[in-house]
Structures are given as structure tokens and as C-alpha cells.
């Protein structure tokens, strides 16, 4: 067997292997032999069907499959051993005017394009610098969350008459154009938050009503246009909800509204612990700091965000564009040109972010231990499992749930993807200047928009 290479540029090369019948004539007179063991037909008892039997009713197929699976063997062997580092997968080249007659004596040449990865090198250095926030909680972001927790310790009233943030329990019913009740519309009963409105002159008219009070109302003006919300609202599907262009009246069956719970130490002890917190001041500082403790997720996610498009445009290498598109359209059959097009660049930058991963791991010799993915596991079905209760969780059981958890191969190759995502973060990290800047939660936002 002969396999020679055509390197076409640095990112692309075409792979032809020559294969006589000597090559694979051993494979497929063993294949028939196999077959003919195991063969039950007519005629023959089991196991004593002669091969040539075999070789003159599925010889042609036998000897397609054993020539696929020789080239498929014979090719990955040559890209390992030759150390090529290949993007995507090896594509056939289909040329017309060879045509074999698979008798068994055919010369066969088969010829590949492959795409190669790129050379090129890192030199992340404390001249490369990025902006590291420290996010610190503002005033309106910390009063709104007081008073989140306030009212969820607070007690239900019904006032006479509606205010800001109440909740109006309210009947809603479809009406017509002409302003009459849409016939078999919808109609449904249920709690409008005042909060949630986001057209200001429609909240506005919702405050200070009554029981039994009627008010028409735009819907979708209402909640701009908010399929979901509208949608859970009036208990209909979304895509009724996104279709919907009816004005609804509303009418008053109950006011609700929470009132905060009073800050005492009876609150902070339900909050905290006895004897925890004291006081108001010693309360605001505890809020501040949880919430500045979870700014900190916030201000990870932008700084990794700016290290991955910050080594983009660092480390700027070219890729075989043309070959990974035809790769991508032949191993997605349901892809389409336009999809193509539109998804290709996301792609491409993603595929940059891999190789420059790699290639930090493998130069500074940095590996992932399964202790560490262990580790990562258990680490995230906790926090999951907090979501759902405070109490934690026993460490054994925990472990249990993890080995469970890894044994899915998906959920392994998603774990260990960010713990190696998270190594090469860290490495990127230390090798730059990171120059920290406190900014305020609400100008961080804007930042980030």
C-alpha cells in the first residue's frame, strides 16, 4: 500500500492511498470465512456453508466493506503517525472518471482533503493588560433588594384601594374591535403586579382602583409586547400570545398587597441566626455584602469574556475557511447555505479559542486530573441542589451523585471542557496585568449591555 501527501498550502493538503488487491485480499478472504460460520441458509447446516458460496452471493458487498474499513483504519494511522494536527474530518474526493469494477483484482486510489490546524505561537506577557472590576453594590440596587427580602417576610393585606406594587386578583376578557365582548374570546382570572406593567401611563390608570372596578386596557402595550408573560397571564400559549392584538378589560375582584416586614430582631434572627445580626446597620452591611459577593459571578464572567475576545485578536491566525465549510455542509445534512453563512464566523471563533486552549496546555504541560473534574462535579450539583433547599447536602452523598453524574459521557466531556476553560483562564491571568477598577452594579450594567 502506497499513501503519499500533497501539501496544497499551509492549512490544506489532499492524502491519496493506493491499495492493490494484495492489501486487502487477506482481510476479505477472512471476512468471507467469518461470514460463512455464522451464515444460515437454506441448503446448509449452520457453520457449514463453504466460503465460496458466501464470496458468490455477498462478495461484492463483503469486499466494499472491508476495503471502507481498511482505508478508514489505513488513513487515521497515517495522520497519527505523521502527527498531522487535522480540523474537522478527512473528505473524499469524489472523481468521476475512475470507475472500479470490484471483482477483486482492482487497483484502488483513493485521495482525502484534509484540513490542517495552524502554526502559531502565544505570547501573553504583563505588557498585555485588561480591566479587572470590582463591582460594588449601589444605593437603588441594595434598597430594592431590602425590600425584596422585607416583603417576603411581610404579611398580606387588602386594601380598599389599589397603590404601587399591589397586586390586583382581576378577571380579564377579550373584547372586540367595536368594544363589545369578543364571543368564545378569552377570559381569565387571575393576579396582575402592578410591578411587572412597563407602560407607565397603563400602570398608572391601575393604581387607585377599587372591587369591582372595570378599567380597558391595551395588553400588549402593557407588557411591550411580552409574548410569555402575556401569555402565563391569560393562561394561552406563546405563540397566541404573539398573535394577539385585542384590548382587554380588566375587572377588580380583590386588591393585594405585601407589606414589608418590620425590622426587628425577631426579622433578623429569621434571616440570619440568633444573635447574628443586631441592628439595621449590621443588616444593610450583611445585604451588601451577599450581593457583592454574587457581583463577583458577574464581574468573572465579563473579565473571561474579555480575556477570550482580548486573545482573539492577539493571537490572530488564519484557518482553512473553505475546507471546514464543505466539512460542516457534508456532516450536517440539514444544514443549509444561508445557515452556513450566518453560523460560520461563531463557529471559526470558537474553533480559535480551542486551538489557543490547547496549545497553552500543552506548552506549560498543564493537565486535568479527574479529581479535579470530580471535584467541578460535585461543586455544581451542590449549588444546584441549593437551589432547591438550604440544607446541604452529605459529603458521601454528594461524591455518590457526582459518580453517577460522570458516568453520563456527555455530562464528563461538559465538566471537563470547563475545568480546562477555567485552567487556561487562570494561566492567561497570571501571565497578564489585570488593573482592578471598582464600578457600581448599575453602571456595571450598562457596560455590559
Given at each position: 500500500?502506497n499513501?503519499?501527501q500533497?501539501?496544497?498550502?499551509?492549512?490544506n493538503?489532499?492524502?491519496?492511498?493506493?491499495?492493490?488487491?494484495?492489501?486487502?485480499?487477506?482481510?476479505?478472504?477472512?471476512?468471507?470465512?467469518?461470514h460463512?460460520?455464522?451464515?444460515?441458509?437454506?441448503?446448509?447446516?449452520?457453520?457449514?456453508?463453504?466460503?465460496?458460496?458466501?464470496?458468490?452471493?455477498?462478495?461484492?458487498?463483503?469486499?466494499?466493506?472491508?476495503?471502507?474499513?481498511?482505508?478508514?483504519?489505513?488513513?487515521?494511522?497515517?495522520?497519527?503517525?505523521?502527527?498531522?494536527e487535522?480540523?474537522?474530518?478527512?473528505?473524499?474526493?469524489?472523481?468521476?472518471?475512475?470507475?472500479?469494477?470490484?471483482?477483486?483484482?482492482?487497483?484502488?486510489?483513493?485521495?482525502?482533503?484534509?484540513?490542517?490546524?495552524?502554526e502559531?505561537?502565544?505570547?501573553?506577557?504583563?505588557?498585555d493588560?485588561?480591566?479587572q472590576?470590582?463591582?460594588?453594590?449601589?444605593?437603588?440596587?441594595?434598597?430594592?433588594?431590602?425590600?425584596?427580602?422585607?416583603?417576603?417576610?411581610?404579611?398580606?393585606?387588602?386594601?380598599?384601594?389599589?397603590?404601587?406594587?399591589?397586586?390586583?386578583?382581576?378577571?380579564l376578557?377579550?373584547?372586540?374591535?367595536?368594544?363589545?365582548?369578543?364571543?368564545?374570546?378569552?377570559?381569565?382570572?387571575?393576579?396582575?403586579?402592578?410591578?411587572?406593567?412597563?407602560?407607565?401611563?397603563?400602570?398608572?390608570?391601575?393604581?387607585?382602583?377599587?372591587?369591582?372596578?372595570?378599567?380597558?386596557?391595551?395588553?400588549?402595550?402593557?407588557?411591550?409586547?411580552?409574548?410569555?408573560?402575556?401569555?402565563?397571564?391569560?393562561?394561552?400559549?406563546?405563540?397566541?400570545?404573539?398573535?394577539?392584538?385585542?384590548?382587554?378589560?380588566?375587572?377588580?375582584?380583590?386588591?393585594?398587597?405585601?407589606?414589608?416586614?418590620?425590622?426587628?430582631?425577631?426579622?433578623?434572627?429569621?434571616?440570619?441566626?440568633?444573635?447574628?445580626?443586631?441592628?439595621?446597620?449590621?443588616?444593610?452591611?450583611?445585604?451588601?455584602?451577599?450581593?457583592?459577593?454574587?457581583?463577583?459571578?458577574?464581574?468573572?464572567?465579563?473579565?473571561?469574556?474579555?480575556?477570550?475576545?482580548?486573545?482573539?485578536?492577539?493571537?490572530?491566525?488564519?484557518?482553512?475557511?473553505?475546507?471546514?465549510?464543505?466539512?460542516?455542509?457534508?456532516t450536517?445534512?440539514?444544514?443549509?447555505?444561508?445557515?452556513?453563512q450566518?453560523?460560520?464566523?461563531?463557529?471559526?471563533?470558537?474553533?480559535?479559542?480551542?486551538?489557543?486552549?490547547?496549545?497553552?496546555?500543552?506548552?506549560?504541560?498543564?493537565?486535568?486530573?479527574?479529581?479535579?473534574?470530580?471535584?467541578?462535579?460535585?461543586?455544581?450539583?451542590?449549588?444546584?441542589?441549593?437551589?432547591?433547599?438550604?440544607?446541604?447536602?452529605?459529603?458521601?452523598?454528594?461524591?455518590?451523585?457526582?459518580?453517577?453524574y460522570?458516568?453520563?459521557?456527555?455530562?464528563?466531556?461538559?465538566?471537563?471542557?470547563?475545568?480546562?476553560?477555567?485552567?487556561?483562564?487562570?494561566?492567561?491571568?497570571?501571565?497578564?496585568?489585570?488593573?482592578?477598577?471598582?464600578?457600581?452594579?448599575?453602571?456595571?450594567?450598562?457596560?455590559?449591555?
Amino acid at each position: 500500500m502506497n499513501i503519499t501527501q500533497e501539501k496544497i498550502d499551509n492549512l490544506n493538503a489532499v492524502v491519496t492511498i493506493n491499495m492493490k488487491p494484495e492489501d486487502y485480499q487477506p482481510r476479505v478472504d477472512k471476512a468471507i470465512k467469518d461470514h460463512a460460520k455464522k451464515a444460515k441458509i437454506p441448503g446448509f447446516r449452520p457453520g457449514m456453508v463453504p466460503p465460496a458460496h458466501i464470496r458468490k452471493m455477498y462478495g461484492k458487498s463483503i469486499l466494499v466493506d472491508e476495503v471502507n474499513n481498511l482505508l478508514s483504519d489505513t488513513l487515521n494511522n497515517y495522520l497519527t503517525e505523521q502527527k498531522l494536527e487535522v480540523l474537522g474530518q478527512p473528505l473524499p474526493k469524489v472523481d468521476d472518471k475512475k470507475e472500479y469494477n470490484w471483482d477483486f483484482a482492482d487497483d484502488f486510489e483513493f485521495n482525502y482533503e484534509v484540513g490542517l490546524a495552524p502554526e502559531f505561537a502565544l505570547d501573553f506577557s504583563a505588557k498585555d493588560k485588561l480591566t479587572q472590576y470590582v463591582i460594588k453594590v449601589d444605593d437603588e440596587t441594595l434598597a430594592s433588594r431590602i425590600k425584596n427580602i422585607r416583603r417576603s417576610y411581610g404579611k398580606m393585606t387588602n386594601p380598599d384601594v389599589s397603590a404601587d406594587d399591589d397586586v390586583l386578583y382581576a378577571q380579564l376578557t377579550q373584547l372586540s374591535p367595536d368594544g363589545a365582548v369578543f364571543e368564545d374570546g378569552i377570559v381569565n382570572t387571575t393576579s396582575v403586579r402592578l410591578d411587572q406593567v412597563t407602560d407607565e401611563k397603563i400602570k398608572k390608570s391601575l393604581i387607585g382602583l377599587k372591587k369591582d372596578d372595570e378599567l380597558v386596557f391595551d395588553i400588549n402595550k402593557a407588557y411591550n409586547n411580552d409574548a410569555p408573560k402575556i401569555a402565563a397571564l391569560l393562561g394561552i400559549d406563546e405563540t397566541e400570545a404573539a398573535d394577539l392584538k385585542s384590548n382587554f378589560r380588566l375587572t377588580v375582584k380583590n386588591v393585594n398587597r405585601l407589606e414589608e416586614g418590620d425590622l426587628n430582631q425577631e426579622f433578623f434572627d429569621k434571616l440570619f441566626g440568633a444573635g447574628a445580626v443586631t441592628d439595621e446597620a449590621g443588616f444593610t452591611a450583611k445585604i451588601t455584602e451577599e450581593l457583592e459577593t454574587m457581583m463577583t459571578q458577574d464581574a468573572d464572567r465579563k473579565l473571561q469574556n474579555d480575556i477570550y475576545n482580548y486573545s482573539l485578536e492577539k493571537v490572530n491566525f488564519e484557518l482553512p475557511d473553505e475546507f471546514l465549510k464543505r466539512w460542516l455542509m457534508a456532516t450536517n445534512e440539514k444544514l443549509t447555505d444561508e445557515e452556513l453563512q450566518g453560523g460560520y464566523q461563531d463557529f471559526a471563533k470558537n474553533l480559535k479559542w480551542t486551538l489557543i486552549e490547547n496549545k497553552i496546555l500543552k506548552d506549560n504541560n498543564i493537565e486535568i486530573k479527574y479529581e479535579e473534574v470530580f471535584a467541578a462535579a460535585k461543586q455544581s450539583l451542590d449549588q444546584q441542589f441549593r437551589m432547591y433547599s438550604p440544607q446541604p447536602i452529605g459529603e458521601e452523598q454528594l461524591a455518590q451523585y457526582a459518580v453517577q453524574y460522570l458516568q453520563n459521557k456527555e455530562n464528563a466531556n461538559k465538566v471537563f471542557e470547563e475545568v480546562k476553560a477555567l485552567k487556561v483562564l487562570d494561566h492567561i491571568k497570571n501571565a497578564i496585568t489585570l488593573d482592578k477598577k471598582e464600578i457600581l452594579y448599575n453602571k456595571f450594567q450598562e457596560l455590559v449591555k
